[in-house]
């Protein structure tokens, strides 16, 4: 079913509930469908190959579908799908549910011991450690460090990929996680801490071109990262565009710089077009970034 069928499958059951009278058996059932029409897209707790959901993603799904239909039941008779967007309403109130349930960080402790009970590599335990760090990127409470001497667009840059990679780190090494001294999201976000301290190139780049400050008060001067981009676009040894992922000609670290960079694409929409996990571009993008960066210092000094 595509998502537009979908839509108009939910807009018609909200319709035959409306239809019911509040309080009926009738409109209890009609609820229900609602509510597991809507939980179909959801992005967590979805089993795995079709099987059975069980341990904690199960207890997590029964806990969002019974608040999402609380939440329904309060609102359906408001919704007018001519006046409010139904994906918007919809997805809010899915949102909701399942941000309630993961509230009690619990959850996610009890997600993380159920991942280390399986065999490394093994699919039921990909399956959860990919449900783990959904959960964590979505609904998880995560620490935004310090921002320091970084300006606000180099901390944004620094904070994605620490993300990236400290869900990465989940991903790997998700046997370190000891419940006897913290909570999981204290483990995550201590990793985050770490990881963002660790990533020091950006504000390395920019504390070497303090000199250059003063170009950025005349309104033709480009500013720094102008500079960089500059640098890297025009590649003038070939050395951005020859560095690449898998022997891939077409995955190289220019592309991916200009994609993310220059025209402003999410991590998810460059792994999508290019077919490749988005933890694995991420990592190598770092690398490059930290490979080049002396490269990329020298033209914005030589440029100053």
Known sequence: MSKNQQRKLINCLIEEVQGKTPGTQERQSALTRVVDEILRSRPICRPLHGESLSGVCREIYQGARQILYHLIDKDIDDYNPEKTPDTGWVKSRMNLAFAQVLHNENQLNRLALEAQQHPQRSQQRQYLLTELVTIVQKYGKLIRPYQGSLTQEFYEVVYEDAINRTLLYVFQKIDLYDSQRGGFMNWVNFRLGKTFLELQVPNQIQST????????????????????????????????????????????FKAIFVAKRVDGKRWHDISEDLGIPVTTLSSFYWRCIQKFAPRIKQYVQEYA
């Open 209 to 252: 071109t303090t000199d250059i400050e003063q170009l950025q008060h005349t309104e033709s001067a480009p500013t720094v990262f102008e500079v960089i981009t500059q640098c890297i676009e025009e590649d003038r040894e070939g050395i951005f565009k020859k560095e690449c992922l898998r022997n891939n000609q077409h995955v190289n």
